[in-house]
């Protein structure tokens, strides 16, 4: 999706996963505002820095820029039928947002790796 990610995360017994979460987002956060400072071939750039800037200053904890929102909507997977429903709504949604016709077109998506083991992101597999 162009503006949200899905992930069904886990953590290993002793872990966090607010932490985990945590670190994500302060890693790709600092990554992605790197690279859109050095690179100059991304159209957008000027503008996605003034966004990410202006809702930096609007918010205390951050220091120039702002790349994620502060809050998620976790989920607890309890059931197999809970997991299906929600890897079923990711898989679709980049279709229900008319960004490919079938969910394992979409190259950003675990979608293909579930049917066929290939996909531009691999993936460690959950089975329940």
């Known amino acids: 999706m162009t503006n949200h990610l899905h992930l069904v ?10 932490d985990i979460l945590r670190d994500f987002k302060k890693f790709t ?6 690279d859109l400072q050095t690179n100059s071939k991304e159209s957008r750039r000027n503008w996605m820095l003034w966004m990410f800037k202006k809702a ?12 994620w929102r502060q809050d998620n909507r976790p ?3 309890t059931s197999n039928e809970f997991f299906h429903q929600k890897m079923e709504y990711i ?3 980049p279709v229900k947002e008319g960004f490919c016709k079938k969910a394992v077109d979409y190259p950003y998506s675990c979608a293909s790796w579930y049917e066929g083991k290939t ?3 691999e993936i460690d597999e959950i089975l329940i």
């Open 29 to 34: 956060a600092k990554t992605i505002l790197e």
């Open 56 to 67: 930096g200053s609007s918010n205390s904890n951050n220091k120039v820029y702002q790349f």
């Open 91 to 93: 898989h679709y949604n």
């Open 119 to 121: 996909g531009f992101i």
């Open 9 to 18: 995360l886990s953590a290993k017994e002793g872990h966090n996963l607010s």
């Open 75 to 77: 989920m607890e997977i």
